[in-house]
């Protein structure tokens, strides 16, 4: 069973304070490893897809790698306006091919 | 592009109602996908649509069906709704089911008393 762990499960950082969230994943063959930030009352928002141990992508504050068993993003700077909640998926390349998603990391940054 | 709409945006139904919920993408895709949110555990697919004219049951099926009205539309309807069916709703769709990213609307919360 494909299985998707965050943590933390909150991260309170002050304006500025460079941090990591974490997604520890188990998957029968990964296809690939999504995160996506999610404001209150919002739906999920696409942020990167990594395919493959190595890969790394980048957005503004936001830069995202990955390995055989995580994915972390790591938040360079923070500012009040990425406070979110933040999803981690995986997609196993079985015949399903559904997303299986982590519980998020709840983060606030303060000014 | 208004990406993925859902109807309504709240909606409180009494034990054993029936409801339909609206989802619609204009990003000409092919897949449809339904997922409830609930705290604390994620979000877990309820149905899909590989492309019109298909759906399969995703992790959370009971109580729901659905409907691939076109390329366009994909309908999840409640026939009689439950306590334990109070959560946020969210469609959302992709171009194909393979290595390819969803995208989700802005969800339907919905509440059954």
């Known amino acids: 069973e494909d299985q998707v762990t965050q943590s933390p499960e909150a991260l309170r950082l002050q304006e500025g304070e460079s941090s990591s969230l974490n997604c520890s994943y188990t998957?029968?063959?990964?296809?690939?490893l999504f995160w996506y930030r999610q404001d209150p009352g919002k739906g999920p928002e696409f942020l990167f897809t990594l395919y493959s141990a190595g890969e790394e992508k980048e957005k503004e504050r936001l830069k995202a790698t990955l390995t055989k068993k995580e994915s972390f993003l790591h938040i360079t700077a923070p500012k009040p306006e990425d406070s979110a909640t933040y999803l981690c998926a995986v997609q196993a390349s079985g015949s399903a091919r559904q997303l299986t998603f982590g519980s998020g990391t709840q983060l606030t940054v303060l000014p | 592009n208004a990406g993925v709409t859902q109807t309504p945006k709240f909606q409180v139904l009494k034990t054993g109602q029936s409801m339909t919920l609206q989802c619609a993408q204009d990003m000409n895709h092919n897949s449809m996908y339904w997922y409830r949110q609930d705290p604390g555990m994620g979000l877990r697919l309820i149905y899909y649509s590989a492309s019109e004219g298909t759906t399969d049951k995703g992790e959370v099926p009971n109580g729901y069906n659905v409907s691939r009205l076109n390329k366009r539309e994909f309908s999840l309807r409640l026939e009689s709704a439950a306590p334990s069916q109070t959560s946020v709703y969210f469609c959302a769709s992709s171009r194909d089911r393979a290595k390819d990213t969803q995208y989700f609307g802005p969800g339907t919360r919905l509440t059954v008393l």
């Open positions: 998957v029968s063959g990964l296809r690939g």
